[in-house]
């Protein structure tokens, strides 16, 4: 297998798993918690993670297939989705930002709609592939059917965009809430863009203070 990120809990790799390409997630130990605890934790959280990633692709969101899933070994194999992450996409100019903005606004939609908050909701956690995208990384997703929850993760896309693909961010963004609202409803978008608005201006309070 061969090393393609290096996390703060969780080393992945890329390798092969009954002939397919896969990657392999463990979540390795954490030296300053307790080892017992450690175990505990780690092996819930690869449940979790694999738990809410099943849910999402029977509810229709485009991302890996699950493929083997051990608690015990904090290890999740999954399949490798094949494409440039968002971020490349969005860096290169390419003529199909607004068509996969859309598309990247119609599956949180669909995410959101289905009960589950991603939690990391960067262009680095969406992948390109074909004309859709697919969501990766849920290690820090949640279910959840909360107005403000919902909000934080596309308060993080904002957020992302502004910091890291300025030139495009207003655009994308816009593109984004309309493949949204195409899915949870015009009524339910205004709902989650005001509430994000909400969050931003209680952030900006509290740098002033």
């Keep these: 297998?061969?090393?393609?990120?290096?996390?703060?809990?969780?080393?992945?790799?890329?390798?092969?798993?009954?002939?397919?390409?896969?990657?392999?997630?463990?979540?390795?130990?954490?030296?300053?918690?307790?080892?017992?605890?450690?175990?505990?934790?780690?092996?819930?959280r690869t449940a979790h993670e694999a738990e809410l990633l099943h849910e999402s692709k029977k509810a229709g969101i485009r991302n890996p297939t699950l493929y083997y899933?051990?608690?015990?070994?904090s290890l999740i194999v999954m399949e490798e989705v094949i494409g440039p992450r968002l971020k490349t996409v969005l860096e290169s100019g390419d003529a199909k930002t607004k068509a996969v903005s859309e598309a990247f606004g119609n599956v949180v939609g669909r995410l959101h709609a289905s009960g589950i908050m991603?939690?990391?909701?960067?262009?680095?956690?969406?992948?390109?592939?074909?004309?859709?995208?697919?969501?990766?990384?849920?290690?820090?997703?949640?279910?959840s059917t909360k107005l403000e929850d919902h909000a934080v993760d596309l308060r993080?896309?904002?957020?992302?965009?502004?910091?890291?693909?300025?030139?495009?961010?207003?655009?994308?963004?816009?593109?984004?809430?309309?493949?949204?609202?195409?899915?949870?409803?015009e009524a339910r978008a205004k709902q989650v863009s005001k509430k994000l608005a909400e969050i931003e201006r209680r952030g900006r309070y509290a740098r002033v203070e």
Excluded: C
């Excluded at 899933?69 to 070994?73: F, G, L, Q, W």
């Excluded at 262009?123 to 990384?137: A, E, H, M, W, Y």
């Design 156 to 185: 993080l896309i904002k957020e992302t965009l502004i910091g890291a693909h300025s030139t495009v961010a207003s655009a994308v963004m816009k593109a984004f809430l309309e493949g949204y609202a195409g899915v949870v409803g």
């Design 1 to 44: 297998m061969k090393l393609v990120y290096q996390g703060a809990e969780a080393d992945v790799y890329s390798g092969e798993w009954s002939g397919q390409r896969a990657v392999f997630k463990f979540r390795k130990a954490l030296p300053y918690r307790l080892p017992e605890l450690d175990r505990v934790i780690r092996s819930q």
């Design 118 to 143: 991603h939690g990391d909701l960067t262009t680095s956690n969406v992948i390109v592939n074909g004309d859709g995208v697919n969501l990766i990384d849920f290690g820090l997703a949640v279910r």
């Design 69 to 73: 899933v051990s608690a015990p070994e």
